[in-house]
């Protein structure tokens, strides 16, 4: 029987931790405040806050924001590019989109300024035929030169070495007998693809938050071996799975969307257990909110994600799109006398007004206060300060009453919030109607219903455990290794053999970096898939392959059939083209007993409200009983308006919605829809 297992989460607002004792079903659980720019010693903090005694522990699994937010604050390593003569402009040119499609105007900030892009003499064509011989000493050179400039770190990128990375293999044994460190990031080695673009803005990404992310969990795990930890950490990929943190920064740009990859972990998770396979995930945090949806209980992992404009990142990550509306997300008045909300978030520090830390803005989890949905009593004198911000940032521009200007702030961010939800399904052709809406985080369950009616979503599933989602989904997450092939040839031309080698190859390269990590599992499975097109065509779809021998005609029939599915269109007389070849080799941990995360000593046979208060419903007040969660009986069967308080969130339930639980303790709401 395994020992203690921890999950730990790092969000933008909070630090979230659940600890797992498999033998006994026992769970300890912290939140606390995320400690920014060095987010270790919030992770220290919460485990203090759960009393963990660290040499009890078997297994710690991290999700950290530390790549995601330097990416994204472009708070990064000094870079450097090597590339092919004539191609270091690549990165500026990029597709020749704009950041706002009808717009004028827009601004972008390449990961690599034009100075440190320095190009040498080689050149390979799409075949992998040596054009132009690599110039060793001009490589030398450069890589003494970016040197010289202060870069830390240094991508190798050269035209075509997708079809042959034999330039690149030896630039960077050159590189390296000059080069001060091992940061040394070939484009071919992590994405062995075509589009150079797209290739060379994924290397550049990895070498530019290499050395951020190995020195954040040198330092992290250091300081768990201080106080006795003598397992390995692992972190969480954002492709759903987890790798040791021994070898996670040679692979840095994998563990971009880690955090909210572990919650759609923890959804599938949920769902299974419930009988709910279709889910869309709504996680809203202190400072944003992420969507995914989730089919036939498998995790939508995409190798075409941009993270914002120009930031295309191709390896393998769950499917998950972030709008700026998060409980912190700040509420104002622009010039033009418009309300706008977020993105711009007053994370922890120091946080909405109401929790009195020095916030001055009104943010999401003003209004809520304020509309009664949140216990003024709990806040204090920082209530009162909310209001009076709300009356005179909101209100009074807009010539409204205070409950009027919360109501407008929180209807104008559940349209954000809708809008994501609606490009993960109905942009893809799904109906949401099909799906159950999973709510989760600090604040998802408070805007949930609002969303689900909006949507027209039958039903709501919360979990036991919304506010610490993240963190289970590290505890429950399996291990992953994902691979990418470029062959880009027409099914009817292609060599069907080599393609059966490389799924081969693949797989059997998977399974070994699985059977490395010394984790318990229960089995380790391969899913097959092809990114395809038809000729002449430049979107790329993914087809999933029911295993890793596919006639031509399979691929083709599959390939009809997916297209099909997406766009209800047929083309018969078009042939197919197989751009990249897939695999993902998945390594099964023993599942876990979700029913261990409530509490059954403190339920009680009916549901009694704690308290009655004021809450604010579609433009009034209307008098809403409050329940305690953990006293809640598991045979819940409760109709709306009514508020639901536990440690970790409130959940708000309109009128005329029901409620009941299930024996893992989710609450299932079904929405009512005029």
């Not at 240094?154 to 000059?178: C, D, M």
């Not at 009074?396 to 407008?408: D, R």
């Not at 197919?576 to 403190?602: F, H, K, Q, T, Y």
Request: hydrophobic share 45%.
């Amino acid at each position: 029987m395994p020992g203690l297992v921890a999950g730990i989460d790092v969000g933008g607002t909070f630090t979230d931790l659940v600890i797992v004792d498999p033998a006994t079903g026992s769970v300890r659980l912290a939140k606390v405040p995320t400690t920014l720019p060095n987010q270790a010693p919030g992770v220290l903090n919460a485990l203090d806050e759960a009393g963990a005694a660290l040499e009890e522990i078997d297994l710690i699994v991290h999700g950290t924001t530390t790549t995601t937010n330097a990416v994204l604050e472009r708070a990064l390593a000094r870079t450097g590019l090597i590339t092919t003569f004539g191609f270091r402009d690549v990165f500026e040119l990029g597709r020749r989109t704009r950041p706002k499609a009808y717009g004028m105007t827009g601004r972008f900030v390449p990961i690599i300024p034009r100075d440190l892009r320095l190009e040498v003499p080689e050149r390979m064509d799409a075949r992998g035929t040596v054009l132009t011989a690599l110039d060793e000493t001009a490589v030398r050179s450069a890589a003494q030169t970016l040197i010289e400039m202060g870069c830390e770190a240094v991508v190798i990128h050269f035209l075509h070495a997708y079809a042959n990375p034999s330039h690149e293999l030896r630039a960077a044994q050159i590189v390296a007998e000059v080069w001060p460190n091992a940061y040394i990031t070939t484009g071919h080695s992590l994405l062995s693809e075509s589009r150079e673009y797209e290739r060379g803005v994924t290397a550049a990404v990895n070498a530019s938050v290499q050395p951020l992310l190995e020195r954040y969990v040198t330092r992290l795990a250091d300081k768990l071996a201080d106080r006795g930890y003598r397992r390995d950490l692992l972190v969480m990929n954002g492709n759903g799975g987890m790798v040791s943190a021994r070898t996670v920064s040679k692979e840095a740009v994998k563990t971009v969307m880690s955090g909210p990859a572990s919650g759609v972990m923890a959804a599938i998770a949920t769902g299974r257990r419930a009988g709910r396979m279709n889910l869309l995930t709504y996680d809203m945090g202190g400072t944003s909110t992420d969507v995914a949806m989730i089919r036939n209980g498998r995790a939508p992992v995409s190798n075409e994600i941009e993270v914002e404009y120009a930031m295309p990142i191709h390896v393998p990550m769950v499917d998950v799109r972030t709008v700026g509306a998060g409980g912190g997300s700040i509420a104002r008045i622009d010039a033009g006398g418009m309300l706008r909300v977020g993105p711009e978030s007053a994370g922890s520090s120091p946080g909405p007004i109401c929790y009195g830390r020095g916030g001055t803005k009104v943010t999401i989890s003003d209004a809520n206060l304020l509309l009664g949905r949140l216990p003024a009593g709990r806040f204090g004198q920082a209530a009162l300060a909310a209001r009076e911000a709300m009356a005179e940032q909101i209100a009074a521009p807009l010539g409204l009453s205070v409950e009027q200007a919360a109501e407008a702030v929180v209807r104008i961010a559940n349209t954000h919030m809708a809008g994501a939800i609606r490009m993960v399904s109905l942009s893809v052709g799904a109906d949401p109607r099909d799906f159950a809406l999973f709510a989760f985080g600090g604040a998802g369950p408070l805007h949930a219903v609002a969303l689900a009616r909006e949507l027209a979503v039958p039903t709501v599933l919360i979990p036991a455990r919304p506010g610490i989602t993240n963190a289970l989904g590290c505890v429950v997450a399996d291990l992953r290794q994902d691979f990418v092939r470029t062959l880009n040839q027409p099914v009817d031309r292609v060599d069907i053999d080599t393609v059966h080698a490389i799924f081969a190859e693949q797989e059997a390269e998977g399974r070994k970096l699985i059977g490395a990590e010394n984790i318990r599992l229960v089995n380790v499975r391969a899913e097959y898939s092809a990114d395809m097109q038809f000729v002449g065509q430049t979107h790329l779809m993914r087809v999933a392959l029911p295993h890793g021998q596919p006639s031509r005609q399979d691929l083709q029939r599959l390939f009809e059939e997916a297209y099909h599915q997406r766009f209800r269109v047929d083309l018969p007389s078009i042939k197919a083209n197989l751009v990249n070849l897939n695999v993902s080799v998945i390594g099964e941990r023993p599942e876990m007993d979700l029913s261990a995360l409530i509490d059954r000593s403190e339920r009680r046979a009916e549901a009694v409200p704690s308290e009655w208060r004021q809450v604010w419903f579609d433009g009034s007040w209307v008098h809403t009983p409050v329940y305690w969660r953990d006293h809640l009986p598991l045979s819940l069967s409760l109709s709306g308006p009514a508020i639901i308080e536990q440690m970790d969130t409130t959940v708000m339930i309109e009128p005329d919605c029901h409620v009941t639980s299930d024996p893992d303790g989710n609450l299932i709401v079904e929405v009512r829809h005029d």
